[in-house]
């Protein structure tokens, strides 16, 4: 659409005779133009043609808001009905990115025109020849930040000061293994022969949406008690464990009990109100648990366990033995793979949000898109959520713009931006996506509207994945989940004695306990489908890397021989966060038999 002026209209209307000196009158009808998609010339033919049915209306501010309510909205809501018709047959067409680019500044001028003024201050100018962008909105005609201009977004356009201002960027906050002289950079042609997909393959995996909310508590029951019955015959099996006894039931003996911890009130867990319940084999009781003889443990609801203790009344167990879980074994290919000793893979990992919250300005995302561009990494792991449903300014319904549509860019503009660099992208949707579905474990995206030449890289190159999942990228498997387990299970458990660090506990007992979301119940943020949580919500196998960020410190752990990456997330509060990057190295067997990490170094790094 050409540039909107009070000049243009000024001169479109003297060619019918029409007389307007009021600078205010041909504001209003410049807005009117910008918000309504409509040209110089074809808002003077509405005009013209409404006034002759109003017997010659003039043209003033009152009967250019008649005009707007009984005109353009109508047209407006005749054009918005006709694009939902059009979506169904085809996909979206934009014409030029130029267009598109040009209609959102000129918004955007007028967004701004119409802030909170400060003293003296004066009409802001449209952008015409005479008056060009500044030197940063040229260069971001050319840049992937051009999709993501938060003036259709928010009609608070200021970009976010603390980020823009913030200190070490690109400095190492945590380092892993041997990151001496490590050149952080994929192969020679990123992504090329590197094989992503879903470890269980497309028939066993979470590949799209399905109905929830009909939900039984027998189901929920069902769930729980194959879960104790699986890990409780892990148990017995490595232990040697002959058979488990009934918790409720008196004995002046040592006994054997299985079942799973939970809390004796709707309380937090605390020592004196564990409670043990066991399956329905072995009676499905629920006895008091006394933790007092035990020198060290570590416990939270949910958790299935094996205990030798004394219960000579039945009444309560008095544990003197807690027995850990058993991680299941790592992966191991079925055909021998070649090994590529030059060139090991470079895997970066992003989670959301990806805006500061001080303002829906997608600068971080675009500073990460910059940092793909320069580091060219093999493989991308970006995690939800991408519109976040906790950001301030939607919370409030301060968005000017659907929330798919915002979606739509940041996927338009990580694809656009990182065409150059050719490397594999996998999306992971997030709880709190707010355009996705709100449920755990959560499908895939879909993908949204992409242009020809968009669609066609996007199948060689985007994979879409659902929370949680279990990833295999060149025979090395990786464990994904963009829920926040390790706040969640870290509010919940309770220690003694242990003499480990909080967080390798957490990760121990995922992995010990063979799920992505051990803890129950869930907290009230997590939705959980238990019968597709059963199905799809385990842990087939223990990951080589496992990517569990959270809103919790950062870190890379080694963690019984699995490298757990929390990356932090790209933004926190109204300042940059971090991000992760792996080289992957996969190793040659050892003669001994001994498993060696295939993750050779990783780092993670402020954004």
Known sequence: MSSVTQESLKTELDMFGIDCDNEDVLDKMVEQCICNRVKVDEMVLEWVAY?????????????????????????????????????????????????????????????????????GSQKRALTTPEHPHSKRSVALLSSPGLLLSPASFSPSVTPSQKYSQRSAKGEVMVSFGAVQGTRWAGRKTPGAGVQVELLEG????????????????????????????????????????????PVSLPAQDVITVLGQVCCDSNGKLNAQSVLLEAGPEQGGQQVPVDLSELKEYSLFPGQVVMMEGMNTTGRKLVASKLYEGVPLPFYTPGVKMEMDEAEPMNVLVACGPYTPSDGLTFDPLIDLINVIVKDRPDVCLLLGPFVD???????????????????????????????????????????????????????PFTLPNLSKEQAQSALQRITLVPDPCTLLIDGVTFGVTSTDILFHMGAEEISC?????????????????????????????????????????????????????????????????????NPGRLTKGQ??????????????????GTRQIPCSAAQVVKI
């Not at 300042?575 to 001994?592: F, H, K």
């Open 202 to 245: 497309p028939e066993d995996s979470l590949c799209s949406s399905y109905k929830y909310m009909f939900q039984r508590l027998r189901d929920v029951r069902n769930v729980l008690t194959e879960k104790i019955e699986e890990l409780g015959e892990g148990l017995r099996s490595h232990f040697s464990i002959e058979e488990f006894s």
């Open 497 to 565: 004695g242990t003499g480990s660090e909080r967080f390798s506990r957490i990760l121990k007992h995922m992995l010990t306990q063979r799920s992505y979301y051990p803890l129950y119940p869930p907290v009230e943020d997590v939705n959980m489908d238990y019968e597709k949580f059963q199905s799809y919500g385990q842990m087939p196998l223990t990951p080589d890397i496992l990517i569990i960020p959270s809103e919790l410190r950062y870190f890379i752990k080694d963690v019984v021989g699995c490298v757990c990456v």
């Open 51 to 119: 006034s002759t049915t109003k017997n010659g209306l003039k043209l003033t501010m009152q009967t250019l808001e008649q005009f707007e309510h009984e005109i353009l909205s109508k047209r407006n809501k005749s054009k918005q009905s006709f694009k939902r018709e059009e979506t169904h047959n085809r996909t979206r067409d934009i014409h030029t990115l130029q267009d598109l680019i040009k209609a959102e500044e000129e918004e955007e001028n007028l967004l701004d025109s119409y802030s909170t003024p400060a003293k």
């Open 575 to 592: 300042v940059g966060g971090t991000y992760g990057r792996l080289l992957i190295q996969r190793p040659a067997p050892s003669e001994d």
């Open 389 to 443: 449903s906790k950001h301030e300014q939607i919370e409030k319904a301060q968005v000017t713009e659907t929330f798919e549509a915002i979606f739509s860019r940041c996927i338009e503009s990580i694809v656009d931006g990182t065409n150059s660099v050719g490397c594999r992208l996998v999306f992971v949707p997030s709880q709190r996506d707010i355009h996705h579905h709100f449920i755990y474990p959560q499908p």
